[in-house]
């Protein structure tokens, strides 16, 4: 499967933005879904994950502010980013997983091209 995000852009501190992964095949329902974002001179680190039944996992920086979903028919998944903070600035990667829904990137086989958001105080 291939992944192309979108939606990165500049944002205030308490703004929002919407990411969007489109994916391509027609396996997309059979795929956990996951965004990761790697901020500057920091590792790669979860976001949150939607599974193929569509429960959702965050990360703690990020529980009530940030919402994943996934349009099966429309073969993408979202990360509405609300509250943003200029610690969420970095570039954000849609990533899928074929086996079991997970926090870590190494269980995710197929990534995308990154998206940059940027959040000035």
């Known amino acids: 499967v291939q992944l192309q995000a979108s939606g990165g852009g500049l944002v205030q501190a308490g703004g929002s933005l919407r990411l969007s992964c489109a994916a391509s095949?027609?396996?997309?329902?059979?795929?956990?879904m996951g965004w990761f974002r790697q901020a500057p001179e920091k590792e790669r680190e979860f976001v949150a994950a939607?599974?193929?039944?569509?429960?959702?996992y965050y990360a703690d920086s990020v529980k009530g502010r940030f919402t994943i979903s996934r349009d099966n028919a429309k073969n993408t998944v979202y990360l509405q980013m609300n509250s943003l903070k200029p610690e969420d600035t970095a570039v954000y990667y849609c990533a899928a997983d074929g086996v079991v829904i997970s926090t870590r990137e190494y269980e995710y086989d197929y990534w995308g091209r990154g998206t940059l958001v940027t959040v000035s105080s």
């Open positions: 095949g027609r396996t997309f329902s059979s795929y956990n």
């Open positions: 939607v599974s193929r039944s569509g429960g959702t």
